[in-house]
Nanobody
Framework: QVHLVESGGGSVQAGGSLRLSCVSTGYDFSGYAMGWFRQTPGKEREGVAAIFRGVTAYADSVKGRFTVSLDKATKTLYLQMNSLKPEDTAMFYC?????????????????WGQGTQVTVSS
C-alpha cells in the first residue's frame, strides 16, 4: 500500500516562497514519475510539475518559478515555489504518475496524497 503525505503548505504574501514536501511510505519511487497537482474550488485539478529519472516537466504557468526535486534516500518529493502569486492559491497534491507523465494529466495519476493548502495574499 502506497501512502503519500504532503506538508509545507501555508499562507504567504505575493512574491514569497514556500517549499512543499511529500513523503512516501510503501513505495520507493522507482516505477512511477512523481509530481504535484493543484486544485481550486470549482476548477479541475491541474498538473504543476513532475520528475522521473532526473527529467522534469512543468506547467507553463510555473516555469521559472517552481522547482521539483526528489530525494530517493529519504523517499521525499519536494516542490520549491518562489515568486508566488495570488493565482497560485490552491490545494496542492502529491502524486505518483503512470503513463505519459510529462503531460501532467490527473487521469494518469495512480496514487494521490491528501493535499496541503497554499494561500498567497496580494
Amino acid at each position: 500500500q502506497v501512502h503519500l503525505v504532503e506538508s509545507g503548505g501555508g499562507s504567504v504574501q505575493a512574491g514569497g516562497s514556500l517549499r512543499l514536501s511529500c513523503v512516501s511510505t510503501g513505495y520507493d519511487f522507482s516505477g512511477y514519475a512523481m509530481g504535484w497537482f493543484r486544485q481550486t474550488p470549482g476548477k479541475e485539478r491541474e498538473g504543476v510539475a513532475a520528475i522521473f529519472r532526473g527529467v522534469t516537466a512543468y506547467a507553463d504557468s510555473v516555469k521559472g518559478r517552481f522547482t521539483v526535486s526528489l530525494d530517493k534516500a529519504t523517499k521525499t518529493l519536494y516542490l520549491q515555489m518562489n515568486s508566488l502569486k495570488p493565482e497560485d492559491t490552491a490545494m496542492f497534491y502529491c502524486a505518483a504518475i503512470d503513463g505519459m507523465w510529462q503531460r501532467l494529466r490527473p487521469e494518469d495519476v495512480r496514487y494521490w496524497g491528501q493535499g496541503t493548502q497554499v494561500t498567497v495574499s496580494s
